[in-house]
């Protein structure tokens, strides 16, 4: 995928339909920061999202990666995950039989921070995605020796970690660029759609600098999108 291509694609599709970047970024419960991180090339919608954005704007994944312009390599690596995806669907819903798999987009709930990411679920299973997170708020340019970002699952008053992504080296390193690296992959996540509560998933991180100083950093998670049957399960 070239960021920039898929970039030009969605600011063309925004355009022809009269939409702002603030009403784009509404419609996906996204920031229109994230907007237009996404027409600049600096960063795309998880593939959750791109395929919500090909089936309300009447596009094929093909249109949207410009296959007018690829080469004949870039073309057959869409073929290929075109491929993977399908397998992917075909997978659970034989898994499930009876279920049809759906989406949710996660986004971030705090001002300060933007999180691209997505859930995918049945009745028995479920699956999740989180990267491209950013930070946004106040200028950090410290240099941190040691980061640590943990991704905790609320229960009640009992908070259980899910999944952990670390920084400790020789050369201290900032937050942003830290932040480039973070992803999650849960496979078999332990909540379905219909159990999900208000801010029960959040990310915590905390920054140590040389000083022994700690930054700490708490963003929960939210997920306003509807679910694909169009009805909250």
Same mark, same amino acid.
């Given at each position: 995928? #070239?960021? #920039?291509? %898929?970039?030009?694609? &969605?600011?063309?599709?925004?355009?022809?339909?009269?939409?702002?970047?603030?009403?784009?970024?509404?419609?996906?419960?996204?920031?229109?920061?994230?907007? @237009?991180?996404?027409?600049? !090339?600096? #960063?795309?919608?998880? &593939?959750? *999202?791109?395929?919500? &954005?090909?089936?309300?704007?009447?596009?094929?994944?093909?249109?949207?990666?410009?296959?007018?312009?690829?080469?004949?390599?870039?073309?057959?690596? &869409?073929?290929?995950?075109?491929?993977?995806? %399908? !397998?992917?669907?075909?997978?659970?819903?034989?898994?499930?039989?009876?279920?049809?798999?759906?989406?949710?987009? $996660?986004? @971030?709930?705090?001002?300060?921070? =933007?999180?691209? !990411?997505?859930?995918?679920?049945?009745?028995?299973?479920?699956?999740?995605? =989180?990267?491209?997170?950013?930070?946004?708020?106040?200028?950090? +340019? @410290? +240099?941190?020796?040691?980061? %640590?970002?943990?991704?905790?699952?609320?229960?009640?008053?009992?908070?259980?970690?899910? @999944?952990?992504?670390?920084?400790? !080296?020789?050369?201290?390193?900032? *937050?942003?660029?830290? $932040?480039?690296?973070?992803?999650?992959?849960?496979?078999?996540?332990?909540?379905?759609?219909?159990?999900?509560e208000k801010d029960w998933l959040y990310l915590e991180i905390n920054a140590t600098d040389s000083n022994n100083h700690t930054t700490h950093y708490e963003i929960p998670l939210s997920?306003?999108? *509807?679910?694909? #049957?169009?009805?909250?399960?």
């Amino acid at each position: 995928m #070239n960021p #920039n291509e %898929v970039g030009k694609f &969605i600011k063309k599709l925004r355009q022809e339909h009269n939409l702002t970047q603030d009403q784009f970024a509404k419609r996906y419960h996204v920031t229109y920061q994230a907007v @237009s991180k996404w027409e600049t !090339g600096k #960063n795309m919608p998880d &593939i959750a *999202l791109l395929y919500q &954005i090909c089936q309300d704007f009447n596009v094929s994944f093909e249109e949207m990666f410009g296959s007018k312009k690829e080469t004949k390599q870039r073309k057959w690596w &869409i073929v290929v995950m075109f491929i993977i995806i %399908v !397998g992917l669907l075909i997978f659970v819903f034989f898994r499930s039989q009876s279920n049809t798999l759906a989406f949710k987009t $996660l986004s @971030s709930a705090c001002d300060d921070f =933007i999180i691209s !990411g997505s859930l995918a679920y049945d009745d028995d299973h479920s699956f999740l995605h =989180i990267s491209d997170v950013s930070y946004c708020g106040k200028k950090d +340019d @410290s +240099d941190y020796q040691t980061i %640590v970002c943990t991704l905790y699952e609320k229960d009640g008053n009992t908070k259980v970690s899910l @999944s952990e992504c670390n920084y400790q !080296g020789e050369n201290t390193i900032k *937050l942003e660029q830290f $932040l480039k690296g973070v992803e999650f992959e849960l496979d078999q996540f332990s909540r379905n759609c219909q159990n999900n509560e208000k801010d029960w998933l959040y990310l915590e991180i905390n920054a140590t600098d040389s000083n022994n100083h700690t930054t700490h950093y708490e963003i929960p998670l939210s997920m306003k999108q *509807l679910c694909s #049957n169009g009805k909250e399960r």
